[in-house]
């Protein structure tokens, strides 16, 4: 069997929220304990597909690694650095780019989001996307992918650009990235509305739970999440149609490591004023030591550029032979 290489990463905009936390981290964290070699990427590059203020974007970048070590990457068993440090994903996106389908591209369910009816002025870069997000993977040749579900669109067409580059040159070239898409929260949804997916973006600060938020704030924001007025059913089943009563549930679960049933076993036929403070208890008792790691660290800028550095230099050193290997495929020259 070859042996696992885990990538992934996350954008510097904003903060980071639970379902961040719950979709993503908290997965990276589980797999770099099971020792395989791991890749944490803060992806620059894809932030400035919608614009970005220049005097931040630095500064989010820091903040987004202090969360990765806040909550327990180890930058010294992980590679933690910038995508735009690291000139291999720009270029090799290129390349793929030059057999990436238009038609696949549209298709996109986060570009037709993102791009609304304004298709006319969006940028290029929101519509490569995904083009880029292949080359961060197959960079490195990676085998593992952890993501939430939102982003299971975008790694089905990073397999489907790895084998068109293998089919086209007759190669075993790129291997096929698979998708982890782990844990019961997978797709944590908005605290005021159990139909729409948690996000950065949502004007309400009430729909999500931020990683910087204080006890206090989180338990409010939860006093206020959408249920409704049946107590918690007995059974996973009944969760059906019940989206806002679904979703803490899926968050209580996925906070303890338990299944949802197995929630649900102890909490069925309960009040919400019941479980709700539960819930709160649990994600602050998770994430306020997070929280706090992270504003240490933000603490001690240069010690975090270090790690971004030396990460830089770990990540050039895979990224770059691949990358000339995909070129000498392709027949560049070279001296
Ligand atoms: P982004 O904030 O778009 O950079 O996303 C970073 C990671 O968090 C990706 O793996 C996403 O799939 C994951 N993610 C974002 N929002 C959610 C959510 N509401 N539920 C679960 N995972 C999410
Ligand atoms: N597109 C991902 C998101 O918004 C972030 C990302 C960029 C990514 N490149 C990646 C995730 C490579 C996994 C692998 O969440």
Redesign the pocket.
Known sequence: MTKKRI?????PTNNLHLGNYLG?LKNWVDLQKQGDECIF?V?DL?AVTVPQEPDKLAQATREIAAAYIAAGIDPEKAIIFP?SAVAAHSQLMWLLATMSQMGKLERMT?FKDKAGKNTERVGLGLFA??V??AA??LAYK?TH?P??E??KQ??ELAREIASTFNTRYKVEHFPQPEPQILGEATRVMSLKDGTKKMSKSDESDLSRINLTDDAEKIAAKIKRAQTDSAPLPISVEELKDRAGADNLVTIYASLMGRSKSDVLKEFGGQPWSVFKPELAEIAVRHLSPITERMSDLLAHPDKIDRILKDGAEQADIIARPILRETMDIMGFWRA
């Open positions: 990538f992934s990463g996350m954008q993503a990427c992806v894809h995508q986060q996307y995904p880029l997000m961060d993977i990676a992918v993501v939430g939102d982003q975008h790694l």
